[in-house]
């Protein structure tokens, strides 16, 4: 069926969204004249324009360009309405504007112009509201938890390049994983080693016992740090210094940072314990509960896809050649697609093939035997254990069977196993 006959009896509207106002255009079939609106961002004039719409007695298909997180109320109360929802690549909208105008430059009416004919020609993508699928709570967890995480970098960063080379830059050796709470204890109560050294070392082990936390090696660890303190290089500002203070409030900031991402993760497999999705990913090597949440709440059911070259497409993963006359690329990856899914699944293959007695390991070894000391072999086949664990998520989601290590099989289509 043509795209002209799906729209000849479907009431056509495009709206460019903006943060205070969207600029409506709508399309009656047999009609040429477009009908335009402006509403304001407010529950009155989204009843006002479903009103309109109804007022049609048409079915009503809605095209609109992803804008931020502005487009989302509209969204929900068109599509609770029971309007049918398309989402508009921002890509193929810029490409169809410089086509249909000959020219770069956009404008909000022309933007809604420009969507009304993707619609027409069906160059639209499926809208999911997360809040209507029920997945809203898991996209806040894993956006919240990213951002939380970022902030910790990036202010661990500061801690490593500002105030530990001023007041004490040989402790940044005691520290091994960003994962724990103990060093930024340390550090937020002995901020300096003149407030170690101050003390007798039988002092301050006792002193500082409860704050390391539970270490095997607890009194080595303290006095290899009180020896350090004796002949460190740090700047000799005194306790009570303002510097001192501002390092003491970056420390706890730190601190609360840990204990919101420790909340976040606890709060994850509270929620998602019983999902079966989430059982299923679980038992892929590499996907631990935070790799499964951000897979949930970017991926929503992966069931939709019905192949998995639609879901690495729509990852960035799939395959993309330039060529022109005689001329031929080389094929990479398109990245035109969800980066966070494109990260994750990098980050899951790292730790994959890292385990023993897994598909991952296999053909990441396989894939570096002839020279494995080269780095961009190294990264090329990176790249590809993680459109395997893409493949493979897909997979094991979609037949509702766990992850199998060596499993090999033949899946509908001709493609490769769950783990090939």
Known sequence: MTATDTTASTLLVAIDISKHRHEVLIGAPGKKRRRRLTITNTLDDFRRLAAILMDYGLPVRIGFEATGNYHRPLAHHLG???????????????????????????????????????????????????????????????????????????????????????????????????????FLAFLEKYPTPGMITAMRKEVFVADAWQVVGRKVSKERLLSDIYSTAVGSVGLPVH???????????????????????????????????????????????????????????EAGDLRRFRHHRQFLKFCGMDLATVQSGMF??????????????????????????????????????????????????????YTAIAAKMARTVHAVVKHGEPYRPFFEGVSPGGGSSLTS
């Open 328 to 381: 031929r690329g080389q094929s990479r990856i398109s990245k035109y697609g969800n980066a966070r899914l494109r990260r994750t699944f990098w980050m899951a293959g790292q730790v994959a093939v890292l385990k023993r007695t897994n598909s991952f390991r296999d053909k990441f070894e396989r894939y570096i035997a002839r020279d494995r000391h080269n780095a961009h072999l190294r990264r090329k086949a």
């Open 80 to 182: 609770q309405a029971g309007f049918d929802l398309k989402l508009v690549s921002s890509v193929g909208l810029a490409r169809t504007r410089e086509a249909l105008h000959n020219s770069w430059d956009k404008n909000d009416p022309k933007d809604a112009q420009v969507i009304l004919r993707m619609l027409e020609i069906g160059a639209v993508q499926f809208f999911h509201d997360p809040l209507a699928t029920g997945v809203a709570d898991i996209q806040e967890l894993s956006k919240t938890h990213e951002i939380v995480s970022r902030s910790k970098t990036e202010l661990w960063h500061r801690i490593l390049t500002h105030y530990l080379p001023l007041y004490f830059p040989e402790a940044e050796r005691f520290h091994r994983s960003s994962r724990t709470d103990w």
């Open 239 to 297: 306790p009570d210094s303002d510097a001192v203070r501002m390092f003491r409030l970056v420390l706890a900031e730190g601190r609360s940072l840990v204990r919101q991402r420790n909340e976040i993760e606890a709060r994850a497999v509270e929620l998602l314990s019983d999902h079966p999705d989430y059982q299923l990913l679980t038992t892929i090597p590499g996907i631990g509960p935070i790799n499964a949440l951000t897979i949930l709440a």
